[in-house]
T-cell receptor
């Protein structure tokens, strides 16, 4: 089946840089999205990579390597408010398109 | 505020019952998605509708059904409820399809007792 793997937890300090990795299965793969979810809240879209390379949006960047079936989310100048769960999600095509979410990475930012 | 609304915010019911969750997408969005998020299963895609037609189906149980109405709002019907159906149910919308950014509603927390 289609599944994504990401670390369950990451801890970093304020002002630091953190990278959250995601590996996915390739069959029918279209692109990789990243979502942020604060505890009890709704997921919020962060970025989408359809092509290889780096996409930058402010303090957040996302990278995709199709040859390695791998992507990552890079968060710079960490702030306390970045403490949240981060989900990668792969878009798969076929008879119907599906968005499959990873299990999420809980990021704890410490002072 | 994403522009996607969901009602009710909280729902408490008993096993064996049936409930209906409602979602109104952002203005102009044609696609609606339903997701279930439980502690042990993460975020699971259930079903997608596009302009009134079912477009994609994920891990949706036969006890669950959904529809999208001409005004584009959607309802998720959950029947013969079990304790394990307790979860957060999110609705999301996008302009067209799954390659677009999805905007999530605040969710409905369902508790089955």
């Amino acid at each position: 089946g289609q599944s994504l793997e990401q670390p369950s937890e990451v801890t970093a300090v304020e002002g630091a840089i953190v990278q959250i990795n995601c590996t996915y299965q390739t069959s029918g793969f279209y692109g990789l999205s990243w979502y942020q979810q604060h505890d009890g809240g709704a997921p919020t879209f962060l970025s989408y990579n359809a092509l290889d390379g780096l996409e930058e949006t402010g303090r957040f960047s996302s990278f995709l390597s199709r040859s390695d079936s791998y992507g990552y989310l890079l968060l710079q100048e960490l702030q306390m408010k970045d403490s949240a769960s981060y989900f990668c999600a792969s878009l798969y095509g076929g008879a119907t398109n599906k968005l499959i979410f990873g299990t999420g990475t809980l990021l704890a930012v410490q002072p | 505020d994403s522009g996607v609304t969901q009602t009710p915010k909280h729902l408490i019911t008993a096993t064996g019952q049936r409930v209906t969750l409602r979602c109104s997408p952002r203005s102009g969005d044609l696609s609606v998605y339903w997701y279930q998020q439980s502690l042990d299963q993460g975020l699971q895609f259930l079903i997608q509708y596009y302009n009134g037609e079912e477009r994609a189906k994920g891990n949706i149980l036969e006890r669950f059904s959904a529809q999208q109405f001409p005004d584009l709002h959607s309802e998720l019907n959950l029947s013969s409820l079990e304790l394990g159906d307790s979860a957060l149910y999110f609705c999301a919308s996008s302009v067209v399809g799954t390659q677009d950014t999805q905007y999530f509603g605040p969710g409905t927390r369902l508790t089955v007792l």
